[in-house]
């Protein structure tokens, strides 16, 4: 059975940084694009990056372009998201998705997601 | 960039049937997947490439894809499908994915 668990959400101050990681299991890693889809409170979906399963393709919503990184490290079935100079519109629960394929499609399996809150 | 628009609302009586349009540019040209979310929990896929069913997905979704309209189709609606509905595609010409905004499934 697939599981995606996140980690590393929490409280951090406007301009600070904060790395989120997703362990999987139950399924070869590297045959799978990754991405971030996040839900700031009450609202609704919102894509924040995807890696392809070598790591050699990323993308970026406009709204973190240059502020964060999306990252794997097949060998640990894990990806991560290196958040920098945060805002508090980037206050929002953070999920790890997959896709079926090395494709970027839809997702066929989420994370329960970590919470992340930018604020002094 | 790629917008596709959903109403924010959707209403229906149990045992009838919803349906959740979802508006683009072309969207035909695409393909248009759904996730349901339920409060408190993650997005559960229901609908991908305009019209399959993932396993454990009651056959009363349903899909379809045609000019610039995607619909989700819930036949015999029932109290349990109330949730909010998001569509979503992959917009290759900014290689973006691109998420409507929801539709809250109101069962009455």
């Known amino acids: 059975e697939v599981q995606l668990s996140e980690s590393g959400g929490g409280l951090v101050q406007p301009g600070g940084s904060l790395r989120l990681s997703c362990a999987a299991s139950?399924?070869?890693?590297?045959?799978?694009?990754m991405s971030w889809v996040r839900q700031a409170p009450g609202k609704g979906l919102e894509w924040v990056s995807s890696?392809?399963?070598?790591?050699?393709?990323?993308y970026y919503a406009d709204s973190v372009k240059g502020r964060f990184t999306i990252s794997r490290d097949n060998s640990k079935n894990t990806l991560y998201l290196q958040m920098n100079s945060l805002r508090a519109g980037d206050t929002a629960v953070y999920y790890c998705?997959?896709?079926?394929?090395?494709?970027?499609?839809?997702?066929?399996?989420w994370g329960q997601g970590t919470l992340v809150t930018v604020s002094s | 960039s790629y917008v596709l628009t959903q109403p924010p609302s959707v209403s229906v009586a149990p045992g009838q049937t919803a349906r959740i349009t979802c508006g683009g540019n072309?969207?035909?040209?695409?393909?248009v997947h759904w996730s349901q979310q339920k409060p408190g929990q993650a997005p559960v896929v229901v609908i991908y490439?305009?019209?399959d069913r993932p396993s454990g997905i009651p056959e009363r979704f349903s899909g379809s894809n045609s000019g610039n309209t995607a619909t989700l189709t819930i036949s015999r609606v029932e109290a349990g499908d109330e949730a909010d509905y998001y569509c979503?595609?992959?917009?290759?010409?900014?290689?973006?994915?691109?998420f409507g905004g929801g539709t809250k499934l109101t069962v009455l």
């Open positions: 998705a997959k896709n079926p394929s090395d494709t970027i499609n839809y997702f066929d399996y």
């Open positions: 490439f305009d019209s």
């Open positions: 072309n969207i035909e040209s695409k393909s």
């Open positions: 139950g399924l070869t890693f590297s045959s799978h694009a």
């Open positions: 979503q595609v992959w917009d290759s010409s900014s290689d973006h994915v691109v």
């Open positions: 890696i392809s399963g070598s790591g050699g393709n990323t």
